[in-house]
């Protein structure tokens, strides 16, 4: 079974530049308002078909500052295995956005969209716009 281990982005909200490790154990992110845990959650959601959790245009994923003069962004995935005794290497996802269009790669391929990368991961955002679901009939 595949897990999510690692998450690299470049220009992506406000992270310039992070790597961020996980065990396959269920991960609990907490801090600050706006230190970030909600754009790393985006980024994640970006793995799957479709917009992201938020539905932001690609444009403005991008890291803002005054001094930027791209909308280029980056978000790499790492999935291993969870037991690898002798099983697959890690697999990377890639995506982005090069100032025109969405990028997808799977272990640096390029692919025709995100759609492919349901193959290696599945993705559900239940955010608290949807959290009536536990709460009514």
Known sequence: MLYLSGLA?????SYRHIEVSFDPSPTV???????????LLEAIS???IGTGMRGAKLKDLCFSSPA?????WGANALLSEKVV??????????TGYDNVRRVCKIQGE????????????????????LDHIFTNS
């Open 9 to 13: 982005l470049n220009n992506f909200r």
């Open 29 to 39: 992110l907490y801090g600050k308002n706006g230190a970030g845990k909600t754009n």
């Open 46 to 48: 970006l793995f799957s």
């Open 68 to 72: 930027a003069s791209t909308t280029e």
């Open 85 to 94: 005794p002798e099983g697959p290497a890690d697999i990377v996802l890639t």
């Open 110 to 129: 390029p692919v025709r969209s995100a759609a492919k990368f349901q193959e290696y991961m599945c993705i559900v955002h239940i955010t608290p716009d």
